[in-house]
């Protein structure tokens, strides 16, 4: 946890480059002297810090789920981390727990440990490694089956929710729309849709 601190807190994600496409060197020693990177720079160089005090850490390549990023097969668009201990391994993401874009492109540093080693089965809602045995799941996901599961992040499951249906983002209704979830710390609810099409919201 000291090294993902360190690598969130003090890594600056390098907005300009990323939205440019000029992605400057990524090495470990760069990003250590400049502070600012993109996920490459933030995964390796955990991955750096974790070999120099004798840690197993490992960086991944894979998809990730964004707005400001498109999919295309064989071509990843995100870099994150594995860390064995004690013989298992768990996952991080630095780079999404040291902040995000706003609507304007720019990068609003906010530390937090969303990605700090969350199951294997909630990463994979927005993170797709290119070896599939990094998913760690009995029955590892296609490019198809990761892009077309709902938007949900690592906080909608820390809160005890799960989602039973619909299983697709995408999913067609005459009439009702139906969400149903398990709610096992029994919290209050409230939720709001908008119209496909327009932006008239209600309340469900």
Same mark, same amino acid.
Not at 83 to 94: C, T
């Given at each position: 946890?000291?090294?993902?601190?360190?690598?969130?807190?003090?890594?600056?994600?390098?907005?300009? %480059? /990323?939205? *440019?496409?000029?992605? =400057?060197?990524?090495? &470990?020693?760069?990003? /250590?002297?400049?502070?600012?990177?993109?996920?490459?720079?933030?995964?390796?160089?955990?991955?750096?810090?974790?070999?120099?005090?004798? $840690?197993?850490?490992?960086?991944?390549?894979?998809?990730?789920?964004?707005? /400001?990023?498109?999919?295309?097969? #064989?071509?990843?668009?995100?870099?994150?981390?594995?860390?064995?201990?004690? #013989?298992? +391994?768990?996952?991080?993401?630095?780079?999404?727990?040291? #902040?995000?874009?706003?609507?304007?492109?720019?990068?609003?540093?906010?530390?937090?440990? %969303?990605?700090?080693? =969350? &199951? =294997?089965?909630?990463?994979?809602?927005?993170?797709?490694?290119?070896? *599939?045995? +990094?998913?760690?799941?009995? *029955? =590892?996901?296609?490019?198809? $089956?990761?892009?077309?599961?709902?938007?949900?992040? &690592?906080? /909608?499951? *820390?809160? #005890?929710?799960?989602?039973?249906?619909?299983?697709?983002?995408?999913? $067609?209704?005459?009439?009702?729309?139906?969400?149903?979830?398990?709610?096992?710390?029994?919290? +209050?609810?409230?939720?709001?849709?908008?119209?496909?099409?327009?932006?008239?919201?209600? $309340?469900?």
């Amino acid at each position: 946890k000291a090294l993902h601190d360190y690598v969130a807190a003090r890594i600056e994600y390098d907005a300009p %480059a /990323f939205l *440019s496409g000029q992605i =400057p060197d990524q090495s &470990p020693e760069r990003i /250590f002297t400049t502070r600012k990177a993109v996920c490459q720079g933030y995964a390796d160089l955990l991955t750096a810090l974790g070999q120099a005090i004798g $840690e197993d850490i490992v960086t991944i390549s894979g998809y990730a789920r964004t707005s /400001f990023s498109t999919i295309r097969e #064989g071509e990843p668009n995100h870099a994150w981390n594995a860390v064995n201990l004690s #013989g298992r +391994w768990y996952l991080l993401d630095a780079t999404w727990d040291s #902040g995000n874009l706003n609507e304007s492109g720019q990068w609003v540093q906010q530390y937090r440990t %969303a990605y700090l080693m =969350p &199951p =294997p089965d909630v990463l994979i809602y927005d993170h797709l490694p290119i070896e *599939s045995d +990094w998913q760690m799941l009995q *029955s =590892p996901l296609t490019l198809t $089956e990761f892009e077309q599961q709902p938007d949900l992040k &690592p906080q /909608f499951f *820390s809160a #005890g929710l799960r989602l039973v249906e619909p299983t697709n983002y995408r999913t $067609e209704v005459n009439g009702m729309a139906k969400i149903q979830l398990e709610n096992l710390d029994r919290q +209050w609810i409230l939720a709001d849709y908008v119209e496909k099409d327009s932006s008239r919201t209600g $309340e469900c």
